[in-house]
């Protein structure tokens, strides 16, 4: 269990493997609130009872839920599936009542065999994410963004003003039409 991984891809400069394995979890710390582990078998161990592997890592990590897979899941209903669990979390939904809802919603396209939508669950803290800090983080960002994007205009304004009254000066002096003071 300790050796499950996630494959992300191996980083040239770096000559890393781009494999993160679960025992690796140990050592860092994430800021998240959920971690959605959406590939085959992701919450679930042959012959271990319990969660163990990457979802345990990702807890010694500090994420409170992880959302895995007890078995191999189809692709496309795993898309809806996500889509639609993502969307009720953003409206603020409990995490389980948003996975509750995104499998209500995938019986209802068809998909009502559970080998589509029951091998999903949720692992951990259900309550909603706070998106609230998020938001408003964002919405900070931007304005200070805009002060500097005005900041920047009013600079190079009164620069390119400032070198006109230069030039003009500069122009009338050589033309002698203005003459310095004696």
């Known amino acids: 269990p300790l050796y499950s991984s996630i494959f992300l891809g191996p980083d040239p400069e770096t000559k890393e493997s781009g494999v993160l394995r679960a025992f690796e979890f140990f050592n860092i710390e994430l800021n998240a609130d959920l971690a959605v582990l ?21 807890f010694f990590a500090g994420v409170p839920s992880v959302v895995a897979t007890l078995w191999a899941v189809e692709d496309e209903s795993t898309a809806r599936l996500m889509e639609r669990f993502y969307l009720y979390l953003k409206q603020g939904e409990r995490k389980s009542t948003a996975l509750q809802l995104a499998k209500l919603d995938l019986i209802k396209t068809g998909k009502a065999d559970p080998y589509y939508w029951a091998g999903f669950v949720l692992i951990g803290d259900a309550s909603p994410i706070d998106l609230s800090v998020t938001v408003s983080s964002v919405k900070w960002t931007w304005e200070v963004l805009l002060l500097v994007l005005v900041w920047l205009l009013g600079v190079f304004g009164y620069r390119k003003v400032t070198r006109g009254s230069v030039r003009e000066t500069q122009t009338a002096f050589a033309s002698g039409s203005v003459r310095a003071p004696s």
Not at 38 to 53: D, F
Request: proline share 0%; charged share 25%; net charge positive.
């Open 38 to 58: 959406s590939a085959c078998n992701t919450g679930r161990v042959r012959g271990a009872e319990g969660t163990e592997g990457l979802v345990r890592g990702l």
